[in-house]
């Protein structure tokens, strides 16, 4: 059972430069999520999808985007790196959102 | 938007010791859960809590949903070096009438195990 796969585990980025974090999960399950962590600063909503075609904002989406063609995967596309954008991103899912997340491993992104 | 208060930051105890955490919210969420994160790693689920005054134990673990619903603690007895990691508290958001299973999560408690 893989759970939440997330890739690339680590990745550097120059200011300007685009990149897409990639997240599956093989559970079936329909609500997905994205969350950066920031040291001392627990787990920020960056974007959430309830099902495949449907994506939507969380508290912090300025500078991503996301897409959902299928149940399975939910990538985040970084597009013009700024330092601000260095963290460490976890994707997370959940059936309808109850009995809490399965998280991935995370992505730890530095933008230098 | 809402928010959680946990505490404390961070804890530094001798093996054996017991260890209490909490969470208090300005409003009101039907479920409450406790994750921890292992360096390196995402946040695992320890435990959730599903209604006002549940208090619900894994091993050494206990958790307490609180009557007004705005808070929850988290206790480890006996603690061990493999406790260490940062623990998360977080409540099922219920703002709105669709149910988009948002999370919202306290800033963390740093757990550290003197052996």
């Known amino acids: 059972n893989a759970g939440v796969t997330q890739t690339p585990k680590f990745r550097i980025l120059k200011i300007g430069q685009s990149m897409t974090l990639q997240c599956t999960q093989d559970?079936?399950?329909?609500?997905m999520y994205w969350y950066r962590q920031d040291p001392g600063m627990g787990l920020k909503l960056i974007y959430y999808?309830?099902?495949?075609?449907?994506?939507d904002k969380g508290e912090v989406p300025n500078g991503y985007n996301v897409s959902r063609s299928t149940t399975e995967d939910f990538p985040l596309r970084l597009e013009l790196a700024a330092p601000s954008q260095t963290s460490v991103y976890f994707c997370a899912s959940s059936y309808r959102g109850k009995h809490g997340y399965t998280f991935g491993s995370g992505t730890r992104l530095t933008v230098v | 938007g809402q928010q959680l208060n946990q505490s404390p930051q961070s804890m530094f105890i001798q093996e054996g010791e017991d260890v209490s955490m909490n969470c208090t919210s300005s409003s009101i969420f039907n479920t409450w859960l406790w994750y921890k994160q292992d360096p390196g790693e995402g946040p695992v689920l320890l435990i959730a809590l599903y209604k006002a005054g549940e208090l619900t134990s894994n091993g050494r673990l206990t958790a307490q949903f609180g009557i007004t619903r705005k808070d929850s603690f988290l206790n480890i007895s006996a603690s061990i070096p493999s406790d260490v990691g940062i623990y998360f508290c977080a409540g099922l958001d219920l703002m709105g009438s669709s149910n988009t299973g948002k999370l919202i999560f306290g800033q963390g408690t740093t757990l550290q195990v003197k052996p």
């Open positions: 999808s309830v099902g495949a075609g449907i994506t």
């Open positions: 559970m079936n399950h329909n609500y």
